[in-house]
């Protein structure tokens, strides 16, 4: 897995870099839109984290120039920019997820993972039911059993336990989870995405039964099959 | 009746226009009214006390020659006076043994004529104008018999009718000429006082780069107009100045407190290798975040009213019924929790050119505003209007002064210190929907606060 590190910012790319290995990723590093475009270009990579603002050459210029020349590769965007003209422009280029500085590294590493893992998944045919343990959802009747009881939801409920289902065993984000059953971009920086979760999980997880949805502390929630 | 007074009610208390107007009008009348007095007593006043007078001496005169003169002397004398007398129609009326007699002009005494110097009008056939003519006379006793005197003064009678009739004209037309201009005039004076009052609405309403017009005539109105302007440069000058040093500051802080959220971050990770504890640096990073997150917020803000129209470009019609149903979904649970109830009411389909994240934002802190502070078991209601929506709880809702200071930056009630929050949220709100051409108001809604939004 290689991912390709567009900053100008010295304390961040090394940042990055350290983290980005850590996790086990391979990484390439550039400092300027002109470099940063060339490794693009000839590099095969899973995933390009690209800033905004950069020297030589925009950030949004070397998206249109990547998508231009036929590279589909999958590009998040870190920008300090955060006001919506920005992040359409971003999107609007090709951009495929958009983060706003600072960010946690918990945060855009989970979003890499999806975006990684999206790309993948794109050509995986589409089953009409989820199931991750005893736990059963049947996409076109909406229908949701936990072993032979059904579950009654509210239609963002059932948004949000399909989501988490569907990236079962992966850790998201609170804010992922938001964007991904509210489709509207931004961080409500409150606890009303935990108050969710929990209704969530006392309608899922009734009478003692084994739990499925973990809270990892710090970064988020996961659904598993085992613990 | 009541409808009148009712009017004159309203209208005395309405605007200052119809206050100088009634009061130009006045004026005007009391003058020609005064004109008008002092005309007639100098002309048909004059003509009339000049009768009066002549009346007297003729009167005196007779009644002096009745007492010196033997009764058949004066009956001569009268007799040649009274047909040589041109203006006045004099009649005398002694007793014989037997009858009364008639000298004079006239060949019967009218009935009820009363006693001079009070006149009586009367009709009499008179030769000289071959019709019959309406006359003033009275009676005057002498010595042997009864003198009337009468004369023609119907002529005067005329011209006193005429003078009343022009009169009522000349006041009617001063009457009418004074609303005219009154109004004219007042509306004059009142249009450039409106021109200032709109100004220091659009300020009052956030628009600090309002100002008031300036006409060319240079007068006291465009004096106070150029001082009130250069005052609003000032002002403005001075709050740039002071969003820049705030933006400023927030702006270069952000760079090295990512830095530290990098450092603490990477401190955890290297901990919870270690198997070591975390929370110290994990209650860190919470209290880091909450600073990062106040400053984006007023770098956001800043930007929401500053870049207007390249934020303004990016719109696109959004219903707004899914909006704010997509807010109630977030937001329930947290009501649920309060034992608070949420009730959408529409009717009405409102689409809005606008972005949908912002709006939803707007809309989701507005509700998450009521449920905080409205209390347990409050009953928070959001209504689809033709033009925006109006959401009202009916918690203790807020004072009127402070209904003006919620939006501003960093401003928080004393009572609701104690929960959490920036003092951004509602000046967020306004500063999302004045984006959006729209305007927002915090009503009473007896008990509770209603937000009437309006776009």
Same mark, same amino acid.
């Given at each position: 897995?290689?991912?390709?590190?567009?900053?100008?910012?010295? %304390? &961040?790319?090394?940042?990055?870099?350290?983290?980005? /290995?850590?996790?086990?990723?391979?990484?390439?590093?550039?400092?300027?839109?002109?470099?940063?475009?060339?490794?693009?270009?000839?590099?095969?990579?899973?995933?390009?984290?690209?800033?905004?603002?950069?020297?030589?050459?925009?950030?949004?210029?070397?998206?249109?120039?990547?998508?231009?020349?036929?590279?589909?590769?999958?590009?998040?965007?870190?920008?300090?920019?955060?006001?919506?003209?920005?992040?359409?422009?971003?999107?609007?280029?090709?951009?495929?997820?958009?983060?706003?500085?600072?960010?946690?590294?918990?945060?855009?590493?989970?979003?890499?993972?999806?975006?990684?893992?999206?790309?993948?998944?794109?050509?995986?045919?589409?089953?009409?039911?989820?199931?991750?343990?005893?736990?059963?959802?049947?996409?076109?009747?909406?229908?949701?059993?936990?072993?032979?009881?059904? =579950?009654?939801?509210?239609?963002?409920?059932?948004?949000?336990?399909?989501?988490?289902?569907?990236?079962?065993?992966?850790?998201?984000?609170?804010?992922?989870?938001?964007?991904?059953?509210?489709?509207?971009?931004?961080?409500?920086?409150?606890?009303?995405?935990?108050?969710?979760?929990?209704?969530?999980?006392?309608?899922?997880?009734?009478?003692?039964? %084994?739990?499925?949805?973990?809270?990892?502390?710090?970064?988020?929630?996961?659904?598993?099959?085992?613990? | 009746?009541?409808?009148?007074?009712?009017?004159?009610? +309203?209208?005395?208390?309405?605007?200052?226009?119809?206050?100088?107007?009634?009061?130009?009008?006045?004026?005007?009348?009391?003058?020609?009214?005064?004109?008008?007095?002092?005309?007639?007593?100098?002309?048909?006043?004059?003509?009339?006390?000049?009768?009066?007078?002549?009346?007297?001496?003729? !009167?005196?005169? *007779?009644?002096?020659?009745?007492?010196?003169?033997?009764?058949?002397?004066?009956?001569?004398?009268?007799?040649?006076?009274?047909?040589?007398?041109? *203006?006045?129609?004099?009649?005398? /009326?002694?007793?014989?043994?037997? /009858?009364?007699?008639?000298?004079?002009?006239?060949?019967?005494?009218?009935?009820?004529?009363?006693?001079?110097?009070?006149?009586?009008?009367?009709? @009499?056939?008179?030769?000289?104008?071959?019709?019959?003519?309406?006359?003033?006379?009275?009676?005057?006793?002498?010595?042997?018999?009864?003198?009337?005197?009468?004369?023609?003064?119907?002529?005067?009678?005329?011209?006193?009718?005429?003078?009343?009739?022009?009169?009522? @004209?000349?006041?009617?037309?001063?009457?009418?000429?004074?609303?005219?201009?009154?109004?004219?005039?007042?509306?004059?004076?009142?249009?450039?006082?409106?021109?200032?009052?709109? +100004?220091?609405?659009?300020?009052?309403?956030?628009?600090?780069?309002?100002?008031?017009?300036?006409?060319?005539?240079?007068?006291?109105?465009?004096?106070?107009?150029?001082?009130?302007?250069?005052?609003?440069?000032?002002?403005?000058?001075?709050?740039?100045?002071?969003?820049?040093?705030?933006?400023?500051?927030?702006?270069?802080?952000?760079?090295?407190?990512?830095?530290?959220?990098?450092?603490?971050?990477?401190?955890?990770?290297?901990?919870?290798?270690?198997?070591?504890?975390?929370?110290?640096?994990?209650?860190?990073?919470?209290?880091?975040?909450?600073?990062?997150? +106040?400053?984006?917020?007023?770098?956001?803000?800043?930007?929401?009213?500053?870049?207007?129209?390249?934020?303004?470009?990016?719109?696109?019609?959004?219903?707004?019924?899914?909006?704010?149903?997509?807010?109630?979904?977030?937001?329930?649970?947290?009501?649920?929790?309060?034992?608070?109830?949420?009730?959408?009411?529409?009717?009405? &389909?409102?689409?809005?050119?606008?972005?949908?994240?912002?709006?939803?934002?707007?809309?989701?802190?507005?509700?998450?505003?009521?449920?905080?502070?409205?209390?347990?078991?409050?009953? @928070?209601? !959001?209504?689809? +209007?033709?033009?925006?929506?109006? =959401?009202?709880?009916?918690?203790?809702?807020?004072?009127?002064?402070?209904?003006?200071?919620?939006?501003?930056?960093?401003?928080?009630?004393?009572?609701?210190?104690?929960?959490?929050?920036?003092?951004?949220?509602? &000046?967020?709100?306004?500063?999302? @929907? /004045?984006?959006?051409?729209?305007?927002?108001?915090?009503?009473?809604?007896?008990?509770?606060?209603?937000?009437?939004?309006?776009?």
């Amino acid at each position: 897995m290689r991912i390709l590190v567009i900053e100008d910012n010295q %304390t &961040t790319r090394e940042y990055l870099q350290k983290a980005l /290995q850590e996790q086990g990723y391979e990484v390439d590093l550039a400092d300027n839109g002109q470099d940063g475009l060339f490794l693009a270009l000839e590099g095969d990579y899973q995933l390009i984290l690209l800033d905004r603002m950069l020297p030589k050459l925009d950030g949004l210029a070397v998206l249109s120039t990547l998508r231009n020349a036929g590279k589909q590769t999958p590009v998040l965007i870190l920008s300090a920019l955060d006001s919506v003209s920005e992040r359409v422009k971003g999107l609007r280029e090709g951009g495929d997820d958009y983060l706003i500085k600072p960010f946690a590294l918990s945060e855009l590493l989970i979003r890499i993972e999806i975006l990684i893992q999206r790309k993948g998944s794109t050509n995986k045919k589409q089953s009409s039911t989820l199931q991750v343990a005893d736990l059963k959802m049947d996409l076109l009747s909406h229908k949701v059993f936990r072993g032979l009881t059904e =579950i009654s939801l509210q239609p963002k409920e059932f948004k949000l336990l399909r989501y988490l289902m569907e990236h079962s065993g992966q850790v998201l984000s609170r804010s992922l989870l938001f964007e991904a059953v509210w489709d509207y971009q931004f961080d409500p920086q409150t606890n009303v995405i935990d108050v969710h979760m929990a209704r969530l999980r006392k309608k899922v997880e009734f009478d003692g039964l %084994t739990p499925l949805l973990e809270t990892v502390r710090g970064m988020g929630y996961r659904m598993v099959e085992n613990r | 009746m009541a409808w009148v007074t009712e009017w004159w009610k +309203t209208a005395s208390k309405a605007s200052s226009v119809w206050r100088l107007t009634r009061l130009y009008t006045g004026l005007l009348l009391a003058v020609v009214a005064v004109l008008l007095v002092v005309l007639y007593q100098l002309s048909i006043g004059q003509m009339s006390r000049q009768q009066v007078l002549q009346m007297d001496s003729l !009167i005196a005169q *007779q009644k002096q020659l009745s007492e010196q003169l033997s009764g058949n002397e004066f009956i001569e004398q009268f007799q040649i006076q009274s047909s040589s007398s041109r *203006q006045y129609i004099l009649t005398y /009326q002694y007793k014989t043994s037997e /009858q009364s007699q008639l000298v004079g002009r006239l060949s019967v005494i009218p009935k009820n004529l009363s006693f001079c110097p009070k006149l009586t009008r009367f009709a @009499i056939w008179l030769d000289r104008y071959d019709e019959i003519r309406l006359i003033s006379g009275c009676a005057q006793p002498l010595a042997d018999g009864l003198l009337i005197v009468a004369i023609d003064d119907e002529y005067l009678y005329e011209l006193k009718a005429q003078f009343i009739s022009a009169s009522v @004209i000349a006041l009617l037309l001063a009457l009418l000429l004074g609303l005219i201009t009154g109004f004219i005039f007042s509306m004059k004076v009142l249009k450039r006082i409106n021109s200032f009052n709109q +100004t220091a609405l659009k300020v009052e309403s956030g628009q600090l780069s309002a100002r008031v017009e300036v006409s060319r005539n240079n007068d006291e109105y465009d004096h106070m107009a150029l001082h009130i302007n250069t005052m609003l440069s000032q002002l403005e000058h001075s709050f740039e100045t002071i969003a820049g040093i705030t933006d400023a500051i927030a702006h270069d802080l952000r760079t090295p407190l990512s830095h530290l959220r990098q450092q603490i971050e990477s401190e955890i990770h290297n901990k919870l290798k270690q198997n070591l504890p975390t929370e110290q640096l994990e209650n860190m990073l919470v209290k880091l975040d909450e600073i990062l997150f +106040t400053f984006s917020a007023m770098l956001e803000l800043t930007r929401l009213q500053q870049q207007k129209e390249q934020t303004s470009q990016y719109f696109k019609m959004i219903e707004l019924q899914q909006v704010i149903t997509d807010a109630i979904d977030l937001v329930e649970p947290l009501a649920e929790e309060k034992q608070q109830t949420v009730q959408l009411i529409h009717s009405e &389909t409102t689409m809005i050119n606008g972005d949908a994240t912002l709006l939803f934002r707007a809309v989701y802190n507005l509700l998450e505003n009521a449920s905080k502070y409205a209390g347990e078991k409050a009953h @928070i209601e !959001i209504r689809l +209007t033709e033009t925006g929506f109006i =959401i009202s709880d009916n918690g203790p809702g807020i004072s009127d002064e402070e209904k003006e200071k919620v939006f501003q930056r960093l401003y928080r009630i004393e009572k609701s210190r104690q929960v959490s929050g920036f003092g951004l949220g509602l &000046t967020l709100v306004k500063a999302i @929907i /004045q984006l959006h051409n729209g305007q927002i108001q915090l009503l009473d809604n007896n008990p509770g606060l209603s937000v009437h939004i309006k776009f």
